[in-house]
């Protein structure tokens, strides 16, 4: 049998690069994106080959119709055809009120966490779904317990956008359910990497996890086994789902 494929969307940094390693250490193939910061993703590679995994790393910003094809056709020729999407590729901006914010960024941050995710999870379907000729896979969404909270005085867009991905988690769960594909998605709370820096609070969650009724922030690999559960056999009968990761937030 070969190894099944992953795709982690933004599996250079954070999350993403804890569930492409550990993925490929549980024997996946993964293929991970970046949209910039190519020496963190091959670092991410290296990690993986190193341990005797299988990676590899692409440019695209999710956001970017011609860059997703790009990587799913780059999939299909090198690999075959995909087992698993991670559609965790996201981003925030500046803390800011709703009445500070400008269109411009309404569209960046709409267009890389919700046109992102629709763009990854349409080109998914097509070969996954056994309705166009696949054997059935599994779609795990990252969206975030800012989805349910609203995240006021900090960013009310983002936490807009993840609201979509939880309502397309469970459209296409059901749209999908009976053609082999489960859909899920994982809610992470306060973890610690990068994302806090863009917005513009790298010590974020120091300063907010006393609100965590665990008391601490989450780690990114806490995040990834939620989602590489999610992603496995083993929870062959869980679609439309939401699984928050958060401490008890
Ligand atoms: P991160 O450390 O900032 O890493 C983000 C990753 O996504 C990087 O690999 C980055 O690529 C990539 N990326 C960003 N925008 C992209 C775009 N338009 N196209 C393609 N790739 C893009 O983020 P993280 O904290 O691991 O977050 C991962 C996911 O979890 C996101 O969806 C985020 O919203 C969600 N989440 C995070 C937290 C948290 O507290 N950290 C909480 C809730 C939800 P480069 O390396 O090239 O920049």
């Given at each position: 049998?070969?190894?099944?494929?992953?795709?982690?969307?933004?599996g250079s940094r954070g999350i993403g690069a804890a569930t492409a390693i550990i993925g490929a250490a549980r024997g996946y193939r993964?293929?991970?994106?970046?949209?910039?910061?190519?020496?963190?993703?091959?670092?991410?590679?290296?990690?993986?080959?190193?341990?005797?995994?299988?990676?590899?790393?692409?440019?695209?910003?999710?956001?970017?119709?011609?860059?997703?094809?790009?990587?799913?056709?780059?999939?299909d020729e090198q690999w075959g055809k995909l087992d698993v999407l991670v559609n965790n590729a996201g981003m925030l901006e500046k803390q800011m009120r709703l009445d500070q914010m400008d269109v411009?960024?309404?569209?960046?941050?709409?267009?890389?966490?919700?046109?992102?995710?629709?763009?990854?999870?349409?080109?998914?379907?097509?070969?996954?779904?056994?309705?166009?000729?696949?054997?059935?896979?599994?779609?795990?969404?990252?969206?975030?317990?800012?989805a349910r909270l609203g995240s006021p005085n900090e960013f009310i867009d983002y936490a807009a956008s993840k609201g979509a991905v939880d309502t397309m988690t469970f459209g296409l769960a059901k749209e999908v359910a009976a053609e082999g594909i489960r859909v899920n998605a994982?809610?992470?709370?306060?973890?610690?990497?990068?994302?806090?820096?863009?917005a513009g609070e790298p010590g974020r969650v120091e300063r907010a996890k006393d609100a965590v009724p665990m008391k601490r922030g989450g780690t990114a690999e806490e995040v990834a086994e939620a989602v590489l559960w999610l992603a496995s056999e083993q929870s062959s009968y869980v679609t439309g789902t939401l699984i928050d990761v958060t401490g008890g937030r």
């Amino acid at each position: 049998m070969s190894q099944p494929i992953m795709l982690v969307t933004g599996g250079s940094r954070g999350i993403g690069a804890a569930t492409a390693i550990i993925g490929a250490a549980r024997g996946y193939r993964v293929a991970l994106t970046y949209q910039s910061q190519s020496a963190a993703a091959d670092a991410v590679v290296q990690t993986i080959t190193e341990a005797g995994g299988t990676a590899m790393a692409m440019q695209a910003d999710v956001g970017v119709e011609a860059d997703v094809l790009k990587v799913f056709k780059t999939i299909d020729e090198q690999w075959g055809k995909l087992d698993v999407l991670v559609n965790n590729a996201g981003m925030l901006e500046k803390q800011m009120r709703l009445d500070q914010m400008d269109v411009a960024r309404w569209q960046r941050v709409l267009n890389a966490n919700v046109i992102g995710s629709f763009l990854c999870a349409r080109e998914a379907v097509l070969r996954m779904s056994t309705r166009h000729g696949g054997k059935g896979g599994s779609i795990v969404n990252l969206s975030s317990a800012a989805a349910r909270l609203g995240s006021p005085n900090e960013f009310i867009d983002y936490a807009a956008s993840k609201g979509a991905v939880d309502t397309m988690t469970f459209g296409l769960a059901k749209e999908v359910a009976a053609e082999g594909i489960r859909v899920n998605a994982v809610r992470p709370g306060l973890i610690y990497t990068d994302i806090h820096t863009s917005a513009g609070e790298p010590g974020r969650v120091e300063r907010a996890k006393d609100a965590v009724p665990m008391k601490r922030g989450g780690t990114a690999e806490e995040v990834a086994e939620a989602v590489l559960w999610l992603a496995s056999e083993q929870s062959s009968y869980v679609t439309g789902t939401l699984i928050d990761v958060t401490g008890g937030r």
